[in-house]
């Protein structure tokens, strides 16, 4: 198992590979799939911006384009003064693919913060869908 700090640092570099010409804020994602293996992703900017895919969903569709289904936790990384959690659609998806899920969230300054996938996104669509 990846340790918190190994994707951290994965996630922060991951950012400098961003494609964000239009906003300037630069997002790096690392997901570790319960087989240890790393994924990580980068925001990529569209100038139709509801085409803007997020870091956290690159990550995760490149893990299960590789094969990867089940996941441990994730890493997102941004250069902002608050810590920055996915967006709504980003826990969706993650949701979908994982129920239980850390989420970690770090800056280039150090500081970061651990939550449960669960704590930030309590009442996911899937859930009506199996009831």
């Known amino acids: 198992m990846t340790g918190r700090s190994a994707l951290m640092a994965a996630a922060l570099e991951a950012r400098l590979r961003a494609h964000a010409p239009y906003s300037h804020f630069l997002v790096g994602a690392a ?19 509801g085409l803007t895919v997020c870091a956290e969903r690159t990550a995760l569709f490149k893990a ?19 810590l920055t959690p996915p967006c709504g659609a980003c826990r969706q998806v993650l949701r979908d693919h994982c129920a239980e899920l850390e989420v970690i969230l770090c800056n280039p300054r150090g500081e970061s913060k651990v939550y449960q996938l669960s704590e930030l996104f309590p009442h996911p669509f899937h859930d009506q869908m199996l009831s």
């Open 31 to 49: 997901l570790e799939a319960s087989d240890g293996r790393v994924f990580t992703g980068c925001n990529v900017e569209s100038s139709s911006y």
């Open 64 to 82: 299960v384009s590789e094969g990867a289904r089940g996941f441990v936790r994730i890493a997102v990384a941004a250069d902002a003064s608050a």
